[in-house]
């Protein structure tokens, strides 16, 4: 039980910083901490490939020095000395630090139990459980096709404990489970390699259904083979969960965090109320979805978790927000600070995230509303169009344009899916493609930080090869 | 070293009897990390870590790896168990024996030439740095709607032992810029962005000042807003070193790594065959002074060296860690590496890099009837079969030999073996360019890179 009394005595040196602090010069003080456990089983090349077991705990302190000036310093060296002197160091560093006028954290507040965060069989998991599931998912996918290779895959079973104590008198802890696991594959037939495919479950509980994942990766792998190339055309696209969850997503990220929103990098920059989207796109923020990936009682920061409704029916409503971004556009905090955002950029990549990072403005699980069609009747009215499945390539920051490789992508003639495409690009403003949503697919799935349908897009330009 | 002290101790422990190779690593970590936007000092942060990473080998079959942020003899023990029995835990499953080829001993202490050390700074003196990139920025303000400028400095101590009597201390030190700045007109946004990086101390400021840099960046964003969207379609381009290290490391460098191209990757079985333009010849050096894949060793103990990959055209090598190595019946190449304590080690580019050719830019160009001159990168990826995608910055048109009117930026894609093939020119300057990759884990990486010339798709959505 190692893990329990690394959180324990952790919250007790933390608490002692943050009382120190209080009576330094700082104006206000916080500190976010986590203790973790990771058993991690991956696969490459259609064997278990290596088991690991990776303990974590640690604190990042923001301290706060008289007009708005922010530091931060983290830790994971768990004695009360080092603790402390990183409290002090986060101080020191807030001293020539700039002011930040609108720099706010969270007051208490009463936040709701969110259910189904927290599974003990998942604390319970033995390697032996973990390497099992993963061996289920590779012998799902290469049974059910001999030409499928399962290439890479995870089995990742987290369980721990998050914190946040503030001098405004937020001090909440919470303990949750996690449990992903991942799938990727490509087929080999007569010398023709197909890129590669991927599924997964990421969710609260350790229910995992690795036979379902490996099926659905064996079936998209074979629905690859005898690709035809494309000729260039604009028309409808119907997009994929996976693409809506990755290129689609992060321009919408983008446009609804509040801090773009005040530095005018937002291209929804003053719209509020006005139409963004199709009349099709209805989205939400949802940190209390029980058992959701990313639900949470409080965000990173401390702030009562809620459901924020953002673009309804095409009609912009309302961005994410922290408390300091809330507080400089005078809006009411959505609860968005995340420490785990997954960020592209270098820096958080090289910082890490958790306790290693400041919070950052990010959803929690968002969600596009899911219509009533599967996409065979999303592409039932199309005469020539493409089913994107997934893309490569990354959206680019504040205008929205995505130029990208259609990695797993299906011609459409005559309302039917015909083939797969050998290889294109789909290139366009994704702001654009919301304006001309005609239709969601029923297909919701659970990503990381959302939840999100298909999406039929009209007058969508596609390159071929 | 009272890290190696504790670990040195975990070898005498009776788990170890029970592997084949036991690889002990410690890490202390120290980062600074100072954004600076608009102007003000938005993330001043210090991270501090240290932890350890043991990894086992067990029944010529299986890897373990066990992590723990606690440096103490008995955390490191319980560590080393914990390993042994992730590692048994499949090895019943794996039918393959896999005899590792014995890792000579090394007992080393090496450290980054560093000139100026970042010691001598204060933590005002350490803020100035990305707010003077800000102030170049300003050379072009009025048009710049966003502008971010990170200053990063990474002081790694590294330990490692094995079971093999090998004993290393290697002492890292790395510094990054980075400047990223969007210009704006209306409703249309431009962004570019630069970075430098560099394994050694602020000397790397010597040649570009974080000003200078900062200045460059915000007029590149301006221009463009100036600047005609791409065409799109197949277009012979000549590649600026900006970009070839994309190019390079995404595109040809993933296939090239041996856990990638087992997974019947693009080179897959191709050894000994003609795979490129023989104008390319291709390595990976961990050695190159200075290069942010600075590793003299990497974390398996592996001394590492310059690898040749491709030469002339003709596959030679593709890059190992020691599994991979014993896979294929060849020497491990010094890859294996691991972003920090907490993670395994992976196959990992250090610096990789294309030898210089015999063409000026200008002979590249002068070449060209119709074609793109392509610069700048935003990043991409690569799947195994070698299909990529990556962002470009900015372009020019070549028409009849001469650089004619600026274009924005967008995403090129292709095959890189098929890409490859059509290199017909590379520059004969060669420039050493930071580097990063997300491939399971992160790394910072180098990438040594001259212009070329090609063919590749462009998705830009301009016309003629």
């Given at each position: 039980m190692g893990l329990e009394k690394d959180w324990i005595s952790l919250g007790n040196m933390v608490h002692k910083a943050i009382k120190m602090l209080e009576k330094s010069n700082v104006t206000l003080a916080e500190a976010f901490f986590t203790s973790t456990r990771t058993i991690e089983v991956t696969i490459r090349n259609s064997e278990i490939f290596t088991q690991n077991m990776v303990d974590d705990s640690g604190v990042g302190f923001r301290a706060v020095a008289p007009r708005n000036k922010v530091g931060f310093a983290c830790t994971n060296t768990l004695n009360e000395k080092a603790i402390l002197e990183t409290g002090e160091k986060a101080s020191d560093i807030a001293k020539v630090s700039s002011e930040t006028p609108n720099f706010a954290l969270p007051e208490a507040s009463k936040p709701l139990k969110v259910k189904g965060l927290y599974d003990p069989k998942i604390k319970e998991v033995t390697i032996e459980e973990a390497v099992d599931i993963a061996k289920r998912e590779i012998t799902a996918a290469e049974d059910f096709d001999k030409r499928v290779i399962a290439k890479d895959g995870r089995v990742v079973f987290q369980s721990g404990w998050r914190g946040v104590i503030n001098t405004l008198g937020v001090d909440f802890g919470e303990q949750e489970t996690k449990a992903v696991i991942y799938l990727g594959g490509s087929g080999k037939q007569?010398?023709?390699?197909?890129?590669?495919?991927?599924?997964?479950?990421?969710?609260?509980?350790?229910?995992?259904?690795?036979?379902?994942?490996?099926?659905?990766?064996?079936?998209?792998?074979?629905?690859?083979?005898?690709?035809?190339?494309?000729?260039?055309?604009?028309?409808?696209?119907?997009?994929?969960?996976?693409?809506?969850?990755?290129?689609?997503?992060?321009t919408l990220v983008d446009a609804l965090k509040g801090e773009n929103v005040i530095a005018r990098r937002s291209a929804w920059t003053q719209k509020t109320g006005e139409m963004v989207a199709s009349e099709n796109l209805t989205i939400t923020d949802n940190a209390i979805l029980e058992k959701g990936f990313d639900s949470r009682s409080f965000d990173d920061e401390g702030c009562s978790s809620q459901n924020t409704t953002l673009v309804k029916k095409g009609k912009l409503e309302s961005f994410l927000h922290n408390a300091a971004s809330a507080n400089a556009l005078k809006s009411s905090n959505t609860g968005n600070a995340s420490r785990f955002s997954g960020g592209l950029d270098m820096t958080s990549s090289i910082i890490g995230n958790g306790y290693r990072a400041k919070p950052e403005i990010y959803p929690s699980n968002l969600i596009i509303q899911p219509g009533n069609e599967t996409k065979e009747e999303l592409a039932k009215e199309t005469a020539k169009g493409i089913l994107i499945e997934s893309m490569?390539?990354?959206p680019q920051a504040g205008s929205g344009m995505i130029s990208?490789?259609?990695?797993?992508?299906?011609?459409?003639?005559?309302?039917?899916?015909?083939?797969?495409?050998?290889?294109?690009?789909?290139?366009?403003?994704?702001?654009?493609?919301?304006?001309?949503?005609?239709?969601?697919?029923?297909d919701s799935k659970q990503f990381m930080n959302a939840v999100v349908p298909s999406l039929r897009v009209e007058e969508v330009k596609v390159i071929g090869a | 070293?009272?890290?190696?002290?504790?670990?040195?101790?975990?070898?005498?422990?009776?788990?170890?009897?029970?592997?084949?190779?036991?690889?002990?690593?410690?890490?202390?970590?120290?980062?600074?990390?100072?954004?600076?936007?608009?102007?003000?000092?938005?993330?001043?942060?210090?991270?501090?870590?240290?932890?350890?990473?043991?990894?086992?080998?067990v029944d010529n079959k299986s890897w373990g790896f066990s992590s723990a942020n606690r440096i103490d003899s008995d955390s490191i023990e319980l560590s080393l168990k914990n390993a042994v029995k992730l590692a048994k835990a499949s090895s019943k499953l794996k039918k393959q024996k896999i005899i590792l080829q014995p890792t000579k001993k090394s007992i080393a202490d090496v450290s980054t030439r560093v000139k100026k050390p970042l010691q001598d700074l204060s933590v005002e003196e350490i803020a100035?740095?990305?707010?003077?990139?800000?102030?170049?920025?300003?050379?072009?303000?009025?048009?710049?709607?966003?502008?971010?400028?990170?200053?990063?400095?990474?002081?790694?101590?590294?330990?490692?032992?094995?079971?093999?009597?090998?004993?290393?201390?290697?002492?890292?030190?790395?510094?990054?810029l980075f400047v990223n700045v969007l210009a704006k007109s209306n409703s249309l946004l431009c962004p570019a962005s630069e970075n430098l990086g560099y394994a050694?101390?602020?000397?790397?400021?010597?040649?570009?000042?974080?000003?200078?840099?900062?200045?460059?960046?915000?007029?590149?964003?301006?221009?463009?807003?100036?600047?005609?969207?791409?065409?799109?379609?197949?277009?012979?381009?000549?590649?600026?070193?900006?970009?070839?290290?994309?190019?390079?490391?995404?595109?040809?460098?993933?296939?090239?790594?041996?856990?990638?191209?087992?997974?019947?990757?693009?080179?897959?079985?191709?050894?000994?065959?003609k795979v490129s333009s023989e104008l390319v010849t291709i390595?990976?050096?961990?050695?190159?002074?200075?290069?942010?894949?600075?590793?003299?060793?990497?974390?398996?103990?592996?001394?590492s060296k310059r690898t040749y990959l491709i030469k002339n055209g003709v596959l030679k090598s593709f890059m190992h860690d020691k599994t991979s190595a014993a896979l294929s019946g060849?020497?491990?190449?010094?890859?294996?590496?691991?972003?920090?304590?907490?993670?395994?080690?992976?196959?990992?580019?250090?610096?990789?890099?294309?030898?210089a050719g015999d063409y000026s830019l200008e002979e590249m160009i002068e070449d060209v009837k119709e074609g793109l001159f392509l610069e700048g990168t935003f990043g991409g990826q690569a799947d195994v079969n070698a299909d990529f995608t990556f962002g470009f910055q900015s372009a020019k048109w070549i028409r009849s030999g001469e650089l004619t009117e600026e274009l924005r930026g967008a995403n090129v894609a292709g095959n890189a073996i098929e890409v490859f093939k059509t290199i017909d020119a590379v520059n004969k300057e060669v420039v050493l360019r930071p580097g990063a990759c997300g491939k399971f884990q992160f790394a910072v990486q180098g990438r040594v890179v001259p212009a070329i010339r090609c063919e590749i798709m462009v998705g830009g959505m301009g016309g003629t």
């Open positions: 007569n010398g023709e390699v197909t890129g590669s495919c991927s599924d997964f479950m990421f969710t609260r509980t350790a229910d995992l259904n690795p036979e379902k994942v490996g099926k659905n990766v064996a079936e998209m792998v074979i629905a690859l083979f005898n690709p035809k190339p494309l000729k260039s055309f604009e028309g409808t696209a119907i997009f994929g969960p996976e693409a809506v969850s990755y290129q689609i997503f992060n490569a390539g990354f990208a490789q259609l990695s797993r992508a299906f011609f459409i003639q005559n309302g039917e899916i015909q083939y797969p495409i050998k290889s294109g690009m789909v290139s366009g403003i994704a702001f654009d493609w919301l304006k001309t949503i005609s239709g969601t697919g029923k | 070293m009272e890290i190696f002290d504790s670990l040195e101790r975990c070898l005498q422990s009776k788990a170890v009897d029970q592997a084949n190779l036991v690889q002990l690593r410690g890490q202390k970590r120290a980062m600074i990390v100072c954004t600076v936007k608009n102007g003000i000092v938005e993330q001043f942060a210090h991270v501090s870590l240290s932890g350890i990473g043991i990894r086992v080998f100035k740095i990305p707010l003077e990139a800000y102030e170049g920025t300003k050379e072009a303000e009025s048009k710049v709607a966003d502008s971010e400028a990170t200053f990063i400095s990474i002081e790694d101590n590294k330990y490692f032992l094995n079971s093999e009597g090998s004993r290393i201390h290697q002492n890292l030190t790395r510094v990054m050694g101390g602020l000397e790397l400021f010597d040649k570009d000042s974080p000003y200078s840099l900062g200045k460059k960046v915000a007029e590149k964003a301006v221009k463009l807003l100036d600047a005609k969207a791409p065409p799109s379609g197949k277009f012979r381009v000549v590649i600026h070193p900006t970009l070839c290290a994309t190019l390079l490391h995404e595109a040809i460098g993933h296939p090239l790594e041996a856990d990638l191209a087992m997974a019947g990757g693009g080179f897959g079985n191709q050894m000994g065959e390595y990976d050096d961990g050695q190159v002074q200075g290069g942010l894949g600075y590793f003299p060793y990497d974390d398996e103990g592996v001394e060849v020497s491990p190449t010094g890859n294996a590496h691991a972003w920090d304590y907490s993670v395994e080690p992976l196959i990992r580019q250090t610096n990789i890099g294309i030898e």
